[in-house]
């Protein structure tokens, strides 16, 4: 697939519906000792998934600043790359203190489920900005 400058509104509520209710799915579960060892696997698993759905998105688009598109793309090539700690990416001007989450490059990603309810919205904010 070519690079996408703009998705439609439509595809973009579709993505965000499915993301919802996955993270409606977790809060359904039992509150139980093993939902807190599941939360960070199934929400950094939701980000890979969050960034899937958007991941022909032009970089040019995107930018390289900081910005919510770029801290999914950098925590999910970490998950997948990176044994899940956060790894610099030299196309992207990461400066912690201006992302969502804060991490700092070498910390382990282990998202909460308001940590990644914190990270979604504001993806999909930029994402309509840049994207729409």
């Given amino acids: 697939m070519l690079g996408v400058r703009n998705y439609g509104q439509e595809y ?10 996955d993270v409606a799915a977790f809060a359904r579960l039992a509150d139980v000792p093993a939902k807190a060892d599941f939360e960070p696997l199934f929400f950094n698993n939701l980000l890979v998934v969050l960034d899937a759905c958007f991941v ?7 930018g390289k600043d900081s910005n919510p598109l770029n801290e999914v793309r950098i925590l999910c090539t970490s998950i997948l790359n990176n044994g899940g700690t956060v790894a610099p990416d030299s196309t992207i001007k990461y400066v912690p203190a201006k992302s969502v989450l804060g991490l700092q490059i070498g910390d382990l990603i282990s998202l909460s489920s308001d940590q ?17």
């Fill in 12 to 21: 973009i509520n579709n993505c965000r519906a499915r993301i919802d209710m």
């Fill in 116 to 132: 990644f309810a914190a990270l979604n919205s504001a993806f999909f904010a930029e994402l309509e900005r840049k994207f729409l």
């Fill in 56 to 62: 022909h998105r032009l970089r040019t688009v995107e």
